[in-house]
Structures are given as structure tokens and as C-alpha cells.
């Protein structure tokens, strides 16, 4: 028996034994984690997919190339689609349970697909962006609760990573796509039409698959519960995952009935973890993430590469980076402990970030224009900082994609009670969507004020305060068990004269 002592508590959590489990040694679970996964393809591609699709929108539609505020909307009504499906999925996990939830994800986001395939004008596309943001927002509570729910603590964690390997492998399949499409007639249309593919397949792999045991055994169905567990828990270990599961459904049973959204306001524990939960999902997008992939290739043609093929070529680029720096975050996320890992990753994010706005800063700077006189002659003039711009962008992939890639996703899907899970999933799912639209419907905007190198510089800052966060509100939860992960919260909040060390009373 392992003992661990956390910061911010007057008490020692005495954790599970530790068990030498790996990702392939249940492979029942394993395929559970890539199903219910594919709702972040779903997530990922249509990320993707949109910032490629745009360059040739703009070509088939005067009034998007006309108008940046059209494009940004065209970019971020999915997102505003996200909110809704987020903010409603999670009373829709907790009142049908998380399955249901993903097979309503998939009809909305295949319906919303063809619409997109389909539309005649910007106004219809902009629809059909809607209709597949409340498809993605409802997977993206979903599948790291699903995941989470049926792991086991010791690779709780990189299983719930996998979900994020599925939404950057979304990305990059969504760049092979747009590249594949560049010289085809009505390019965007099949760009846009095809991600209705994965929402099929999903639907009828989840048809085979069970519902979360968690939720099972909330909802008093104990033998089907029981059922689902002893697939993934061998028999030595069942008795007491089981027993953990009657404790922690017995407590939640008491308070269920009674949940709502304010709720989680009124507990000073509650408070404590959706702040956590909330702010990692806050900072997950104003430290730039998804302005980076929806805009990558107008990010790489700010930097002087006109040519659409070629910037949707470093766009993959990009975007393979970001899958494989996924990699190694699930690979780290269990062993180097969630904590360590996103503040590495943010200490990166930072440098990339200075990086990237002083090469846009230099390109439009008068000593550029000088520069630029002597070497014209050698026509190098700007390429060199343009180079430098997507050396910036990959290194902050590379930071970004191990660490605040996949940490925030995890640590909701973990840190909130039986009851709370499905409610606060939701609302800090909401929060990442909110923040994901502030983000993409400013950002070309910001630019225009301030330019490119200025707008990076403002997210470099956002990252500073981010790190500061992260080191005084997010505890570490490697390996805990979700009842344990609860108690810790209890410490935190009620603990004695620590408990005021990196808390918000």
C-alpha cells in the first residue's frame, strides 16, 4: 500500500496499491477507449478540416472573401453549435447515460455533414456548421467520461489521452484530406461531406458495445454494472473495484435527485474542483491552441508561403506533429504525473509563443524593410523569417500537444464526484467551447488591430498566467482512484490551516 501526501491538505490519502497495468493488457477496454474515441476524430477533423476547406470557400463565395467576420463565423458556429451540445450533454449523460448521448452525437453530426456538403450558399454552410458543433460538443463531454469511467486508475490517464490522439489524428487526417481534394471539382463540399463517414461508423460500433458501469450502478442496475466490470478487472481485483463502486454510488445516491448547475457553487469542495477543472479548460484555448490549427494555413501564409497546396502541406505537417507529440503525452501523462506535465508543457508553449511573434514582429518592422534592400538581390528577402514563423508553430505544437493537449480533457474526466461527473463535465466542457470561440471569432480580427506578432505576443502572456494557475489550483491526481480523488478534494477544502495554500476560499 502506497501512501501519498498532497499540497493543500492537513491529511495523508492513502492510495491504491500500485499494479503494473499497461494500455495493451486489457484489450476489451482498449477497444472500448478507440470507439468511443472516434467522437474526438469527430472533434479533431472538423478542427482541421475547416481551416483548409476556408481557402477555397473563399473562392467559391465573394461575399466570405470579402468579409473576415463572415469567415470567422463560418469558423466558429460550430464552436457556438459545441456550446449548446456541451452545455445540454451533460444532463443528457446523466439522464440517459453516456452511450445514448454518443449515438445522438453521431445522427446530429452526420446530418450536420451532409448539410455542409450540400449548401448552396455561406448561409446554409454556416447552418450545417451548427448542427455539426452540437454533435461534437455532446462527444466531447462524452468520450472522456465514457473512457474514464471504464479504466482503470493506473492508466486512467493515457486511455483518456487516447481520446486526444484521436482529436489531433482527426487533424491531420482533416489536412491529408484537404490536400487530397486541392485539384478535385467542388473541393471544400468533399472536404466537408466526408466526415460523416466516421459518425456512421461510430454509431454502429457503439450499438456492440456497453453502457459506462459507473452510470449502471448509479441508476441501480447493479447486475448489468457488474457485468461490465468483471470484463475489465480480473478477478481478484473485481471484489473490490465493486465495493469502491457501492461506497461511492451510496453517497451520490443521497444527492442525485437534487443536482443542478448552481449546486456545484454551493460546496466549497465542488468549488474547488471546477475551478481546476474550468481554468485548465479555459487556458487550454487562449494559450492559442486551436487558433493555430483552424488558421494554420493562413498563419503559414501571413509568413510569406502564398501557395495554398504549399500551406496546407506545412499545415500537415503541423498537424502531424501535434498527433505525435499526443503520443507522447499519453506515454508521460501516468508516469510524470498530470501537474509536471502541464507545467513543462506550458514553459514551452511560452518560448514558442515569443518565438513566433518576434519573427512576425521583425518581418514588419521597419529594420525588415532595410534588410530586405540588400538582399533582394539574393532574393532571400523575408523567406528567412518566414522559415523562422514555422519553426515557432512546431515548436509550439511540439510543446503544446503533450501537455495541454491532453491534461485538461483528463483531469475532468476524473476529478468530479459520481453525481457532479456528468453536470461539471458538461459545464467545463462549456467553458473550453466558450473560450474556443472567443478565440476563433477574434482572431483575424486582433490581427488586423495589433498584427500577428502582437496577437502572439498578448497569448504568450495568457500562457504566463496560465503556468501560475496551474502551480496554485491544479493538485496531482496520478493514479488515484476516483473515490480517492474526491477525498482529496475534501481535504483541500476542509483540511486545516494548509488548505489555504493555492485555494480560492
Not at 502506497?2 to 503494473?20: C, E, L, N, V
Request: overall charge neutral.
Amino acid at each position: 500500500m502506497t501512501i501519498q501526501s498532497f499540497p493543500g491538505s492537513s491529511g495523508i490519502i492513502h492510495a491504491s496499491p500500485k499494479r503494473d497495468i499497461s494500455y495493451f493488457s486489457n484489450f476489451y477496454v482498449l477497444g472500448l477507449t478507440l470507439t468511443a474515441g472516434i467522437g474526438g476524430l469527430l472533434f479533431g477533423y472538423d478542427t482541421g478540416v475547416i481551416s483548409g476547406a476556408l481557402l477555397y470557400i473563399r473562392d467559391d463565395f465573394a461575399a466570405v472573401a470579402e468579409n473576415n467576420v463572415l469567415q470567422e463565423t463560418i469558423v466558429s458556429m460550430a464552436i457556438a453549435g459545441a456550446i449548446i451540445g456541451a452545455a445540454g450533454g451533460g444532463w443528457v449523460n446523466d439522464a440517459y447515460g453516456r452511450k445514448k448521448a454518443t449515438l445522438l452525437a453521431d445522427i446530429i453530426f452526420a446530418i450536420g455533414s451532409v448539410v455542409m456538403c450540400a449548401a448552396p450558399d455561406p448561409y446554409v454552410l454556416i447552418f450545417g456548421r451548427l448542427l455539426v458543433g452540437l454533435g461534437i460538443g455532446i462527444a466531447s463531454v462524452t468520450a472522456p467520461v465514457y473512457i474514464a469511467e471504464a479504466s482503470p486508475s493506473e492508466i486512467r490517464g493515457g486511455l483518456v489521452g487516447i481520446n486526444v490522439l484521436m482529436i489531433t489524428g482527426g487533424q491531420f487526417l482533416s489536412y491529408l484530406v484537404n490536400l487530397a481534394f486541392t485539384e478535385v471539382p467542388g473541393t471544400w463540399r468533399w472536404m466537408l461531406g466526408v466526415a460523416a463517414l466516421p459518425a456512421i461508423i461510430q454509431f454502429f460500433l457503439m450499438l456492440f458495445l456497453p453502457e459506462s458501469p459507473r452510470w449502471l450502478y448509479l441508476k441501480n442496475e447493479k447486475p448489468q454494472a457488474v457485468a461490465v466490470l468483471a470484463k475489465i478487472y480480473g478477478s481478484d481485483r473485481l471484489e473490490e473495484e465493486i465495493d469502491l463502486l457501492a461506497v461511492a454510488s451510496e453517497e451520490a445516491f443521497h444527492s442525485k435527485n437534487n443536482v443542478r448547475y448552481l449546486d456545484v457553487f454551493k460546496s466549497k469542495e465542488m468549488r474547488l474542483a471546477f475551478l481546476a477543472g474550468a481554468g485548465l479548460q479555459a487556458f487550454q484555448q487562449f494559450t492559442g491552441i486551436n487558433t493555430v490549427m483552424y488558421y494554420s494555413p493562413t498563419i503559414v501564409q501571413m509568413a510569406g508561403f502564398t501557395s495554398n497546396q504549399l500551406a496546407l502541406l506545412l499545415s500537415l505537417i503541423i498537424a502531424g506533429m501535434n498527433a505525435a507529440g499526443t503520443i507522447v503525452g499519453i506515454f508521460l501523462i501516468d508516469r510524470c504525473g498530470r501537474r509536471r506535465l502541464t507545467l513543462g508543457s506550458l514553459c514551452g508553449v511560452i518560448i514558442s509563443l515569443l518565438i513566433l511573434s518576434g519573427a512576425f514582429f521583425l518581418q514588419s518592422s521597419e529594420l525588415n524593410s532595410s534588410l530586405c534592400e540588400v538582399q533582394t538581390l539574393h532574393g532571400t528577402c523575408g523567406k528567412s523569417l518566414g522559415w523562422i514563423a514555422v519553426l515557432g508553430l512546431a515548436l509550439y505544437i511540439a510543446f503544446f500537444s503533450p501537455g495541454m493537449g491532453p491534461v485538461p480533457w483528463a483531469v475532468n474526466s476524473e476529478i468530479y464526484p459520481e453525481a457532479y461527473r456528468g453536470v461539471c463535465g458538461g459545464m467545463s466542457a462549456t467553458v473550453n467551447w466558450v473560450s474556443n470561440l472567443i478565440v476563433s471569432q477574434t482572431f483575424l480580427s486582433v490581427v488586423t488591430i495589433v498584427g500577428t506578432g502582437g496577437t502572439f505576443l498578448i497569448i504568450a502572456g495568457v500562457a504566463m498566467v496560465a503556468f501560475i494557475f496551474v502551480a496554485l489550483f491544479v493538485p496531482e491526481t496520478k493514479g488515484l482512484s476516483f473515490e480517492e480523488v474526491e477525498r482529496l478534494w475534501k481535504e483541500r477544502a476542509w483540511g486545516g490551516e494548509d488548505a489555504r495554500r493555492g485555494l480560492l476560499i
